[in-house]
C-alpha cells in the first residue's frame, strides 16, 4: 500500500502561481504512474496531469490546463509535485494526488486526502 500527503493548496489570485507537493511512504518501488486529479464543487473529479514512471517519465496534462501546469518528480524524496503558474479562478477545485502499481496486471491505486486551491481576487 501507498499512503499519500498533498501539501500546497492554498488562495491566489488570478494570474498568480502555486506548488502542490505529494509525498508517497510504504510501496513506492513499484509505482508505476504518479498524477494529480481535482474536484470542483458540482463537478466530477478530472485527471489534470500524470507522470509514468516507465518510459523516461513521460507527462500527460488536461488541455485545459497545458502550458500552465508542470508535473514533475524526484524520486530521491518520493515525491510528485504540480506547479501551476497563470492559475485561473476556474482552477479552483480540491486538488488529489493519485498513484497507481500494476502489479501482475492488477492496479493497486491509492489517493491523497485533498488539498484546496482557491484562486479569487
Known amino acids: 500500500q501507498v499512503q499519500l500527503v498533498e501539501s500546497g493548496g492554498g488562495l491566489v489570485q488570478p494570474g498568480g502561481s502555486l506548488r502542490l507537493s505529494c509525498a508517497a511512504s510504504?510501496?513506492?518501488?513499484?509505482?508505476?504512474?504518479m498524477g494529480w486529479y481535482r474536484q470542483a464543487p458540482g463537478k466530477q473529479r478530472e485527471r489534470v496531469a500524470i507522470?509514468?514512471?516507465?518510459?523516461?517519465?513521460?507527462?500527460y496534462y488536461a488541455d485545459s490546463v497545458k502550458g500552465r501546469f508542470t508535473i514533475s518528480r524526484d524520486n530521491a524524496k518520493n515525491t510528485v509535485y504540480l506547479q501551476m503558474s497563470s492559475l485561473k479562478p476556474e482552477d479552483t477545485a480540491v486538488y488529489y494526488c493519485?498513484?497507481?502499481?500494476?502489479?501482475?496486471?492488477?492496479?493497486?491505486?491509492?489517493w491523497g486526502q485533498g488539498t484546496q486551491v482557491t484562486v479569487s481576487s
Open positions: 510504504g510501496r513506492i518501488f513499484s509505482i508505476d504512474v
Open positions: 493519485k498513484t497507481v502499481r500494476v502489479v501482475s496486471g492488477t492496479p493497486f491505486v491509492s
Open positions: 507522470i509514468v514512471s516507465a518510459g523516461g517519465g513521460s507527462t
